[in-house]
């Protein structure tokens, strides 16, 4: 069955320092595409970054990044430089159910910047 | 640009009243739309997707329906509310040309059932 998890519950980094947030998948589809979005406490979700599974590079957008190990099914999340609007939840996800672009959420993990 | 708007923002209804929220999205057409629900410490919960006009698809069996009676448009209803139905409900949308099926959420609808 496909199944995303987050380990993390909450997470604290110290403002301007990274931080690298946890996602493991599980699936027996070939083709799949990994999703990181931003959960500021308006409720919002923002779409941060996507990583497909046959692309070679990690996907990088700005301050973040996605460290994509296939064989380990791990998609983690790395915020450079954390900014205090970091806090939020940030929710993995991955892409399932072929064409319809469904996504399957992990539970999320808080994180907190301190100044 | 593209927007989605959902109204209303918050709500509180008591248990066995009907439901309807509204969700809209302006500057695309055709898109696919998505309800999703997270309740209290979790994560999301796709409910419905639509790939069409009248072309709805659930994913969790509950009391919960789904309509889209024109292109732009999803409605998320119940005929009677269930204690268990209190979360955050967040509609979505994506583009059938996109490569990646990144979604885009409206604001969402904070539902409390007393």
């Known amino acids: 069955a496909q199944k995303i998890t987050q380990t993390q519950p909450g997470m604290f980094v110290q403002e301007k320092e990274a931080v690298t947030l946890d996602c493991t998948y599980d699936?027996?589809?070939?083709?799949?595409?990994l999703f990181w979005y931003k959960q500021p406490s308006s409720g919002e979700m923002i779409f941060l970054i996507y990583?497909?599974?046959?692309?070679?590079q990690n996907a990088t957008e700005g301050r973040y990044s996605l460290n994509f190990q296939k064989a380990r099914k791990s998609a983690n999340l790395v915020i450079s430089a954390s900014q205090l609007g970091d806090s939020a939840m940030y929710f993995c996800?991955?892409?399932?159910?072929?064409?319809?672009?469904?996504?399957?959420f992990g539970k999320g993990t808080k994180l907190s910047v301190k100044p | 640009s593209q927007t989605i708007h959902q109204w209303p923002a918050t709500l509180v209804q008591p248990v066995g009243s009907p439901l309807s929220l509204e969700c809209t999205v302006e500057?695309?057409?055709?898109?696919?739309l998505y309800w999703y629900r997270q309740a209290a410490g979790r994560g999301l919960q796709l409910l419905f997707y639509?790939?069409?006009?009248?072309?709805i698809s659930s994913e969790v069996p509950q009391n919960l329906s789904a309509s889209r009676p024109q292109d732009r448009q999803f409605i998320l209803s119940s005929k009677k509310l269930l204690l268990s139905d209190s979360g955050f409900y967040l509609c979505?949308?994506?583009?059938?040309?996109?490569?990646?099926?990144?979604?885009?959420f409206g604001p969402g609808t904070r539902l409390t059932v007393t």
């Open positions: 639509s790939i069409g006009i009248d072309q």
């Open positions: 500057g695309t057409s055709n898109p696919n």
């Open positions: 996800a991955m892409e399932i159910g072929g064409s319809q672009g469904n996504l399957i």
């Open positions: 699936t027996s589809d070939q083709s799949y595409g």
């Open positions: 990583q497909g599974s046959y692309d070679e």
């Open positions: 979505a949308w994506s583009s059938l040309g996109q490569v990646n099926y990144e979604q885009y």
